[in-house]
């Protein structure tokens, strides 16, 4: 049975104090269905960049506390990037810490991973940053994890030809999983797997950046299991 939220006629839920609250970010926060308003035009009528209207544009799923979003940005700035996450909380604070950076090149979105595909038009998107997803360890909840089928043709869908997926995650029985829902579904071709990135690929892009829960991860000697997807879609 495929996640309600994958459905066209899916409603948020809203109920929440910190969903007004981000409101006072709507200068850069869509909230819920806002996003979607903007399917396949994100660079136009979203960034609006008179210089670089065809800036390449990534989606980060699971910004957490946004350590990657932030540097990310910082250090591409002809890029265009969206960063989303469903917590309230976490976005209330994230947004805050956004609110008072000089960049201009990011957009966030209190939204849901699995509805990507009703955010963003077929090949809008040159890539998708997804860090330590939730790993869903009881086999009852395995279904929940969000690296399966439905969500991975979405990401095809919506990547470019060529385009490429970045995961990372701590978890062992999430990475062998992820490994048999990638290779099943056939959509995407595995250019880089680790089983522990830091020794592996000390210079990597993924090795690069450090998010708030990798940080916690790599004190406690975890290693750090990585995926690089490209698109097997041809132009
Ligand atoms: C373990 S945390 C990792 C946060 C951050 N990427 C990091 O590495 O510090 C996972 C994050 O993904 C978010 N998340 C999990 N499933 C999601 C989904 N389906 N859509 C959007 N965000 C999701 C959670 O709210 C949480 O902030």
């Known amino acids: 049975m495929v996640d309600y939220s994958f459905k066209e006629d899916f409603k948020y839920k809203h109920e929440n104090p910190y969903h007004d609250k981000l409101g006072e970010f709507g200068e850069f926060v869509l909230r819920d269905h806002e996003a979607e308003a903007f399917k396949g035009l994100w660079n136009k009528d979203v960034f609006k960049d008179p210089v670089n209207n065809e800036a390449k544009l990534f989606l980060e799923i699971g910004t957490g506390a946004g350590h990657f979003m932030i540097d990310y940005c910082a250090d591409h700035p002809a890029e265009h990037f969206v960063g989303l996450d469903y917590r309230f909380k976490r976005s209330f604070y994230l947004a805050k810490k956004l609110s008072v950076l000089n960049l201009k090149n990011f957009r966030y979105l209190r939204a849901k991973g699995e509805r990507i595909e009703f955010m963003f038009a077929e090949n809008e998107l040159d890539g998708i940053f997804y860090f330590f997803p939730d790993p869903w360890p009881k086999t009852k909840h395995n279904k929940k994890r969000l690296i399966q089928e439905p969500f991975l043709k979405s990401a095809y ?14 978890h062992d029985d999430y990475a062998t999983w992820m490994e048999r829902e990638i290779k099943k579904c056939g959509l995407f071709e595995i250019v880089m797997q680790s089983a522990d990135l830091r020794t592996e690929h ?34």
């Open 202 to 235: 000390p210079d990597h892009l993924l090795s690069k950046y450090t998010t708030g829960f990798e940080k916690i991860f790599l004190e406690q000697g975890i290693k750090i299991k990585a995926f690089v997807l490209k698109s097997k879609k041809e132009i």
């Open 157 to 170: 869908k919506t990547i470019k030809p060529g385009g490429i997926f970045y995961i990372k995650t701590d």
